[in-house]
């Protein structure tokens, strides 16, 4: 895990002005058109921004604080070129929509406040007013969208060609896809603004609808199983609704068995019945939490017969 201040050089205590005159220093010496050693200019920069970004924001550095690089889901995430894998991160914050059709996604640009880090030439021009020493907006901008899709479509994959900056892309999102999975289509963003400079970089946040019935954790699956009085105590068998990738609908049911005595808040482990895992093959499980519903009525026969069973009465 990065330690911001250290990437810095400051103290956890460093003032405001302390923080940005760090910034200035380490951003001009790292910068790639000017740093000496060319080879990890890129990457030194890019974490110098990223610490920058963080600390010199006091709702960010408070969080970080607290919780570390954990408070921003991982620092940087992981964007995958399209097609090649998937990385992402998770808690990121949903912008408001537009657009039609199956899709709704929003457009943001690299100083949107968003829990993830901004293109660190976009954080350089905001401080020194200019982008590169030697060839001033070298590149476009990177372009951002939100891509929202529904519960079942994180189940069973999608694919889908979708027109975004004027760009016809083709879309293919793998079954278990996770929310905050952020695709990368390279030279799709802004143009560049110089004849011998490139075109930025297209990012497609994936923001997953969530379910009215299953709260997902990773690969797993989260559920609440109602039961009443008599089933818990002597046991039953019930069917359940769990989450299927090769149905059409994205669910099947399952014949569950509920043991003898089982306890309120208790858990059931269905192995394998969670979402596909994107990395290696089989699912992750889902869970069934027991709630035991309670009869609010009962009739004289019931009660009688309640007393006798568990009172001796």
Same mark, same amino acid.
């Given at each position: 895990m990065s330690d911001f201040y250290k990437t810095l050089g400051v103290s956890k205590n460093a003032t405001d002005a302390e923080i940005k005159k760090a910034y200035r220093k380490l951003a001009r010496e790292w910068h790639p058109d000017v740093a000496k050693d060319k080879e990890n200019a890129e990457q030194k920069f890019k974490e110098i921004n990223e610490a920058y970004q963080v600390l010199s924001d006091p709702k960010k550095r408070a969080q970080y604080d607290q919780f570390g690089e954990a408070a921003f889901g991982g620092a940087s995430g992981g964007a995958a070129d399209a097609g090649q894998g998937f990385g992402g991160?998770?808690?990121?914050?949903?912008?408001?929509?537009?657009?039609?059709?199956?899709?709704?996604?929003?457009?943001t640009t690299s100083s949107s406040g968003s829990e993830g880090f901004n293109d660190p030439f976009d954080i350089f021009e905001q401080v020194f007013g200019f982008r590169g020493f030697n060839s001033y907006k070298r590149k476009g901008r990177?372009?951002?969208?939100? %891509?929202? @899709?529904?519960?079942?479509?994180?189940? #069973?994959?999608?694919?889908?060609?979708?027109?975004?900056?004027?760009?016809?892309?083709?879309?293919?999102?793998?079954?278990?896809?996770?929310d905050g999975t952020q695709i990368k289509f390279a030279g799709k963003g802004e143009p560049a603004q110089t004849k011998d400079g490139e075109p930025g970089d297209l990012y497609i946040t994936i923001q997953v609808k969530p379910s009215n019935e299953f709260v997902r954790q990773d690969d797993d699956i989260f559920s609440v199983l109602e039961v009443d009085m008599a089933q818990a105590a002597i046991g039953d068998k019930v069917d359940v609704k769990v989450i299927d990738?090769?149905?059409?609908?994205?669910?099947?049911t399952k014949k569950v068995k509920i043991p003898a005595g089982t306890q309120p808040g208790s858990q059931i482990r269905l192995r394998n019945f969670g979402m596909p895992r994107l990395h290696g093959s089989g699912r992750?499980?889902?869970? %069934?939490? @027991?709630?035991?519903?309670?009869?609010? #009525?009962l009739t004289k026969d019931q009660k009688k017969c309640l007393k006798e069973t568990f009172l001796n009465k």
């Amino acid at each position: 895990m990065s330690d911001f201040y250290k990437t810095l050089g400051v103290s956890k205590n460093a003032t405001d002005a302390e923080i940005k005159k760090a910034y200035r220093k380490l951003a001009r010496e790292w910068h790639p058109d000017v740093a000496k050693d060319k080879e990890n200019a890129e990457q030194k920069f890019k974490e110098i921004n990223e610490a920058y970004q963080v600390l010199s924001d006091p709702k960010k550095r408070a969080q970080y604080d607290q919780f570390g690089e954990a408070a921003f889901g991982g620092a940087s995430g992981g964007a995958a070129d399209a097609g090649q894998g998937f990385g992402g991160t998770s808690g990121f914050n949903p912008f408001g929509s537009s657009g039609g059709g199956p899709f709704t996604w929003s457009y943001t640009t690299s100083s949107s406040g968003s829990e993830g880090f901004n293109d660190p030439f976009d954080i350089f021009e905001q401080v020194f007013g200019f982008r590169g020493f030697n060839s001033y907006k070298r590149k476009g901008r990177n372009v951002r969208y939100i %891509l929202a @899709i529904d519960f079942v479509d994180a189940i #069973k994959g999608l694919e889908k060609t979708i027109n975004v900056e004027n760009h016809k892309l083709k879309l293919k999102l793998p079954p278990g896809v996770r929310d905050g999975t952020q695709i990368k289509f390279a030279g799709k963003g802004e143009p560049a603004q110089t004849k011998d400079g490139e075109p930025g970089d297209l990012y497609i946040t994936i923001q997953v609808k969530p379910s009215n019935e299953f709260v997902r954790q990773d690969d797993d699956i989260f559920s609440v199983l109602e039961v009443d009085m008599a089933q818990a105590a002597i046991g039953d068998k019930v069917d359940v609704k769990v989450i299927d990738p090769n149905s059409a609908s994205g669910f099947t049911t399952k014949k569950v068995k509920i043991p003898a005595g089982t306890q309120p808040g208790s858990q059931i482990r269905l192995r394998n019945f969670g979402m596909p895992r994107l990395h290696g093959s089989g699912r992750g499980d889902h869970y %069934l939490t @027991i709630k035991v519903k309670i009869p609010q #009525k009962l009739t004289k026969d019931q009660k009688k017969c309640l007393k006798e069973t568990f009172l001796n009465k």
